[in-house]
């Protein structure tokens, strides 16, 4: 099954545990919080649950017209961690994940090993391109990304629940009647990463979630990614906010059409290296 496949496969699953009860049940505190630790003895913590895939990029290239956008990509995405890709404006970063997405042809090899049934993928794109003018509320535009029952019709009681829980797990709760078109672009940004949320993702690919979001936002997005660390779910993160990638990754990508590093944040994120990668025009790569 491609990616593309097992994306609207599952975009067509039904909701599962309501998002809420499976954080609050994989959170590090409850995992830590057996007898034994209870009753004050020195037991390593549990190890979270890995349920996201392992991904592997083989060589992937990809050229539009005569322009080569990616130039023999290969790297791996560990089984839950959280992986940054970092790089310049036109590296190809979004241009990599639609590959992965099955949104834009390549050459080379991309898998995805699943640790068990294949799981589902979470999206968050980068922008979203509508009508500003359309009368589409949050709650339309939840239901269009979410549930099968066309929006016209309203939430959908199976999908109702999960929706009213992401929207509040990013703060919109009390946003739901607002039409799209009158968001702030924080506010949409928080919304983008609601639907990413339904059905409960393994896999999450998030392309630059944080821009546009304030302080409040960014802790939102945070707190989210504790979640989905706790939770062993695998994510792919696209993002600018180096001191954030810094702080939050496990892992990093430097990629300027082809791979320029590929490694832990403090062995990646250095000044060499990021000089390296922003100063080198992909086109003089040839
Ligand atoms: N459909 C397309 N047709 C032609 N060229 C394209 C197409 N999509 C992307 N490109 C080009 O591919 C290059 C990589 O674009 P991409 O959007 O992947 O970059 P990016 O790393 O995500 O940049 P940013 O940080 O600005 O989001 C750019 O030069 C872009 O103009
Ligand atoms: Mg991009």
């Not at 009753?39 to 290239?61: H, I, W, Y």
């Not at 790297?75 to 992965?100: D, E, M």
Request: a positive charge; one cysteine or more.
């Amino acid at each position: 099954m491609t990616s593309k496949e097992t994306l609207l496969a599952n975009t067509q699953s039904p909701v599962g545990a309501s998002l809420l009860a499976k954080t609050t049940n994989q959170s590090p505190s409850s995992l830590n919080d057996t007898p034994h630790s209870r009753a004050g003895r020195n037991v390593a913590p549990s190890l979270p649950q890995v349920s996201g895939p392992t991904l592997d990029f083989t060589e992937v290239c990809l050229t539009l017209g005569r322009t080569t956008i990616l130039d023999k990509v290969t790297f791996q995405v560990r089984p839950g961690s959280v992986h940054a890709l970092v790089g310049p404006n036109g590296g190809g970063k979004s241009s990599l994940i639609k590959t992965l997405l099955g949104q834009m042809p390549h050459q080379g090899r991309l898998s995805l090993q699943w640790p068990g049934e294949p799981g589902t993928i979470g999206y968050v794109p980068q922008s979203l391109e509508f009508d500003r003018g359309l009368p589409m509320t949050v709650d339309d535009f939840m239901a269009a990304m979410c549930q099968r029952r066309p929006a016209f019709l309203g939430l959908s009681k199976h999908y109702a629940a999960a929706i009213g829980e992401a929207l509040e797990r990013v703060g919109m709760q009390d946003k739901r009647k607002r039409r799209m078109g009158a968001l702030s672009g924080g506010e949409r940004q928080r919304v983008l990463l609601a639907q990413g949320l339904i059905p409960p993702p393994q896999l999450l690919v998030l392309d630059e979630p944080m821009s546009a979001l304030d302080e409040a936002g960014i802790q939102v997005f945070e707190r989210l990614l504790v979640d989905w660390r706790a939770a062993g779910i695998t994510v792919l993160w696209i993002e600018h906010d180096l001191e954030a990638v810094g702080r939050l990754a496990d892992h990093v990508t430097g990629l300027n059409r082809r791979v320029l590093f590929d490694a832990t944040p403090q062995q990646a994120l250095t000044p060499d290296r990021l000089l390296t990668l922003f100063s080198t025009h992909p086109r003089s790569l040839a």
